[in-house]
């Protein structure tokens, strides 16, 4: 069974840029996981979708975060514009129900904003 | 609010040394507890879970008790291999429509041979 996929691995921006992150879930899955890793720091969440709707982004920004899961399948994750602070380690997973402790977790996406 | 709060690292020790890392945890009510590894250059991976006081969750060798008295669930493991360096995340989760992970801040190990 294929993992979770997210592109790309890694991305250099400039702040005040926009970026886009991918993420691809285990076939089947219906919940999908957005979370921040800052160096040293632990996993945040930031958004969980249920299918194509939100169920939780109260710890997303939303004044420069964006979220979206269309087909109910794949997910792209923007920051824009990004911040010197929003460096991190963006981390995708997915569950096959909601509310559940079960969820696999993605390579990451390591963003280093200059 | 919940909470976890884990040994400071990096952790370092020589190969078939005792593991102990510390993890302690705030919470308001009976969360299922866990530990998470993430090698270099991989996600974030399920290493041992559980659900409730007393129970002992293991693999690979690891072992946690969860101790509701200590609010503890600190991770062993009798000898360690060059292998297991890696990062070290102690978790909490409720369930419920409020349910999510929380995690500590991580604690890295590496293991010399």
């Known amino acids: 069974e294929a993992g979770v996929a997210q592109s790309p691995r890694y991305k250099i921006i400039e702040k005040r840029q926009s970026v886009a992150f991918w993420c691809n879930p285990i076939s089947g899955h219906a919940t999908l996981y957005w979370y921040q890793q800052i160096l040293g720091q632990g996993p945040k969440l930031l958004i969980q979708f249920q299918n194509n709707g939100v169920v939780d982004d109260s710890q997303l920004p939303k004044d420069r975060f964006s979220a979206e899961r269309l087909k109910g399948v794949d997910s792209t994750l923007k920051i824009q514009p990004a911040k010197l602070e929003d460096s991190a380690v963006y981390l995708c997973?997915?569950?096959?129900?909601?509310?559940?402790?079960?969820?696999?977790f993605g390579p990451g996406t390591r963003l280093t904003v200059l | 609010g919940d909470s976890v709060t884990q040994m400071e690292g990096p952790v370092t020790l020589s190969e078939e040394a005792f593991l102990t890392i510390n993890c302690t945890y705030t919470a308001t009510g009976y969360p299922s507890l866990f530990w998470y590894v993430q090698y270099p250059g991989e996600g974030l991976q399920l290493l041992l879970k559980a659900t409730k006081a007393d129970d002992k969750g293991s693999n690979k060798g690891f072992e946690a008790t969860y101790r509701k008295e200590t609010t503890s669930f600190h991770l062993e493991k009798g000898s360690v291999q060059v292998s297991d360096s890696a990062v070290y995340f102690c978790a909490l989760y409720y369930g419920g429509s409020q349910g999510n992970l929380i995690f500590g801040k991580g604690t890295k190990l590496s293991v010399k041979p």
């Open positions: 997973a997915s569950s096959l129900v909601p509310h559940t402790d079960t969820q696999y």
